[in-house]
């Protein structure tokens, strides 16, 4: 789920299918996750956070997986609506000196088909 | 209803010129932030504050200021020393700096004349 240049990667699903979104992060210092959605001409929505201390986390329609061994991130959205079509991107945070940082993708443009 | 208000939404600047976005928040939020945002790319961190009269430069300061007078507003002013400004501004606050997720708001678009 990683972009490059001007492009952001694009996963096109049918109304009513399950989406899985994907985002390696940089750091293996990492301790704290985010998904969020942007839809056009708006601010970023929170949609889901993990702490590494967890693998697995659930929402309403939503379940956020953390794996630690290859660095890796997904988000998966079950039952997938109109109103999901949105660009997607995952943060993470990573200490720096005396303080955290948030660290954002660049995201992955969900199309969901009616 | 508790929220971000980033406003304007537009803005255009001209050449020398500076500008002030506002963003003011009603969440009782401590840290505040401003991020910049082109086509593409990830969000870049201009500058954040951590409480109320303190606030610290981030990856892309050159150009920007802020200030962080009240808890509830954190003015961001992109001065004419920002040769390329035409972007898409997000402000965010956040409870504190630990494991607690940023709000943002809804963005102010500038562009140049």
């Known amino acids: 789920g990683e972009s490059v240049g001007l492009h952001l990667p694009t996963l096109s699903v049918q109304e009513g299918d399950n989406s899985i979104i994907n985002c390696a992060y940089s750091n293996s210092a990492s301790d704290y996750f985010i998904w969020y959605k942007q839809e056009s001409g708006k601010g970023p929505q929170f949609i889901i956070d993990i702490r590494s201390n967890m693998d697995k986390r659930q929402g309403q329609r939503v379940t956020v997986l953390l794996n630690k061994t290859v660095k890796h991130l997904s988000l998966q959205i079950a039952a997938t609506q109109p109103g999901d079509s949105a660009v997607y991107f995952c943060?993470?945070?990573?200490?720096?000196?005396?303080?955290?940082?948030?660290?954002f993708g660049t995201g992955t443009l969900l199309a969901v088909q009616p | 209803d508790g929220g971000i208000t980033q406003s304007p939404k537009y803005l255009f600047r001209k050449e020398g010129q500076n500008v002030t976005l506002s963003c003011e928040q009603n969440?009782?939020?401590?840290?505040m932030y401003w991020y910049r945002q082109d086509p593409g790319q990830g969000l870049r961190l201009i500058y954040y504050s951590q409480i109320v009269n303190d606030f610290q430069k981030g990856d892309i300061a050159e150009g920007y200021s802020v200030s962080r007078e009240k808890k509830e507003s954190f003015p961001l002013t992109v001065t004419s020393a920002q040769k390329n400004p035409t972007a898409f501004y997000l402000c965010?606050?956040?409870?504190?700096?630990?494991?607690?997720?940023?709000?943002f708001g809804d963005g102010t678009r500038l562009s140049i004349l």
């Open positions: 965010a606050s956040s409870v504190g700096t630990g494991s607690q997720p940023q709000h």
């Open positions: 969440l009782n939020h401590d840290a």
């Open positions: 943060a993470e945070k990573t200490p720096v000196g005396a303080t955290n940082k948030l660290i």
